[in-house]
């Protein structure tokens, strides 16, 4: 257990202490696991609305003349694809196409993009990008001075809309929108990380306290609610979302990750990994990333739990939790090719005895349109 003392804190770290919050280490950084429980936050997001502070993720400025080749030829998804104002979802690879990070890339301008990076990348995206920065191209670092709320569930958008008034321009799904709140900046993206709808909000990080306690304010009377780690993992695990670190990792590619949509193979630039997951398309994977769930009771699964059919050994946990909405233990998991399809019975390892699972189709939850 890291000293807290030790660990970074966003801008709200003494808010969160106010509202209850028991704080956890997570990536480097001090920050709230839950306030009022993990099932009550995930029943808060599915049903209404939550609000999670990300503003320990980091917040990257690439601009100037080539910013958008240099891009393409950083990152695995085909930039040039993203008008201005869209966004879209990416990784950063290695020479091995393994995954240094997954991250979403907003296009601000035609030659000035944002780029979020997972928080506990933010040091290595940094110097990766930054020794390969060409002549004509800026590089900013706006992480500490950022801080960002990801408002999920389906009032969000009604939320959002009271706090920052009828003319804030609600961005569609994959965009981003700039407005202000009291004659601040507020970027808004519509990603999400929950498989519910809302908006991500980024704003200066010396405003974050009363922010975060309007947003609040505006939300009470909907059901809004402030969440943690815990709610945000089984919310995105439902949802089948990877989380970098555990389903992502330097020794596994986007390919064996099922994370092909995301990779652009027919693209001029060349990108780190990009001949190794040329050969993999054509030879195809060893092992994929697949979803199960526990088909009776049973503790839930967790990472570098093995799978087995019979005596044999087939794959490894990477993310598991108690599904809140399913009401079973649910899973990502590493397995031989030959037992990914869904339909596979395989059991899973717990403490030297042996459950039930069954590899399903993708993803466990999926928001009613």
């Known amino acids: 257990m890291s000293d807290p003392a030790s660990l970074q804190k966003t801008a709200l770290h003494g808010t969160h202490q106010k509202l209850g919050a028991r704080l956890v280490e997570f990536g480097g950084w001090h920050m709230p696991v839950q306030y009022t429980g993990i099932v009550d936050e995930h029943k808060a997001v599915r049903e209404s609305a939550g609000v999670f502070d990300i503003s320990h993720m980091g917040e990257f400025y690439i601009s100037g003349a080539g910013a958008h080749a240099f891009l393409n030829g950083l990152l695995t998804n085909d930039a040039g694809k993203l008008a201005v104002g869209q966004g879209q979802y990416t990784l950063m690879l290695n020479d091995d196409a393994g995954v240094i990070d997954d991250l979403i890339l907003y296009r601000l301008r035609e030659e000035e993009f944002l780029l979020v990076v997972n928080a506990a990348k933010i040091a290595e995206d940094r110097a990766w990008i930054q020794q390969r920065l060409p002549a004509g191209v800026t590089f900013e670092d706006r992480s500490t001075a950022t801080g960002a709320l990801a408002l999920q569930g389906p009032r969000s958008l009604q939320i959002a809309r009271a706090l920052l008034g009828a003319g804030w321009p609600m961005p569609e799904h994959n965009h981003i929108t700039a407005y202000s709140w009291n004659c601040q900046p507020v970027f808004a993206a519509r990603t999400g990380y929950t498989g519910e709808d809302g908006v991500e909000l980024f704003f200066p990080a010396e405003i974050a ?39 992502l990792s330097p020794t596994r590619t986007p390919l064996e990750a099922g994370l092909g949509a995301f990779v652009s193979l027919t693209k001029a630039e060349d990108f780190p990994g990009k001949e190794v997951l040329l050969k993999q398309k054509a030879n195809g994977v060893n092992e994929k990333l697949v979803a199960f769930r526990l088909t009776q009771g049973g503790p ?23 599904s809140p909405t399913l009401g079973c233990g649910v899973g990502l998991a590493y397995v031989e090719i030959e037992f990914a ?29």
């Not at 596979?344 to 590899?359: D, F, I, M, N």
């Open 300 to 322: 839930p699964p967790r990472a570098h739990y093995a799978l087995f059919l019979g005596e044999t050994r087939v794959g490894e946990v990477t993310s598991g939790a108690p």
């Open 341 to 369: 399809e869904p339909g596979t019975k395989l059991e899973l390892e717990v403490r030297g005895a042996r459950v039930p699972v069954e590899v399903v189709k993708k993803p466990f939850y999926k928001r009613a349109k």
């Open 209 to 247: 306290e009363a922010f975060f306690a309007a947003l609040l304010e505006a939300g009470k009377p909907l059901g809004l609610k402030p969440t943690g780690l815990g709610a945000r993992d089984t919310l995105r695990l439902e949802a089948c979302l990877p989380l970098n670190g555990n389903d």
